[in-house]
């Protein structure tokens, strides 16, 4: 079992940034792909990056391209997504998720794909 939980998440006018951790504990972390999704209010929870086990390989959804980062540091058992120029439509509860990757260049966009979730925090970011 792995114990997900965010941190981070905030209030900001747009333009801001805001970094989330995502700190699991339970099981070492390194054998672990990670994704990032949010959910909005009134829509579905959407992909909006991922990380492969080594850290070596991201993808990220368009809307977030050139402004959002991913990174790990697997010693600290943590994923963090830094996120600037956060605009209104950024609004979300952001989730991060984990799934066993037996290859350290795999990384997974589909939710549904994911074994372990966290609780969520809500980033919001005003106009």
């Known amino acids: 079992q792995v114990q997900l939980v965010e941190s981070g998440g905030g209030l900001v006018q747009a333009g801001d940034s805001l970094r989330l951790s995502c700190a699991a504990s339970g099981r070492t972390f390194e054998g672990y792909a990670v994704g990032w999704f949010r959910q909005a209010p009134g829509k579905g929870r959407e992909f909006v990056v991922a990380?492969?086990?080594?850290?070596?390989?991201?993808r990220f959804v368009d809307s977030v391209k050139g402004r959002f980062t991913i990174s790990r540091d697997n010693a600290k058992n943590t994923v963090y997504l830094q996120m600037n120029s956060l605009n209104p439509e950024d609004t979300a509860v952001y989730y991060c998720a984990a799934r066993y990757a037996a290859h350290s260049g795999s990384l997974y966009t589909t939710q549904g794909l994911y074994d372990y979730w966290g609780q969520g925090t809500q980033v919001t970011v005003s106009s």
């Open positions: 990380i492969s086990r080594s850290g070596g390989t991201t």
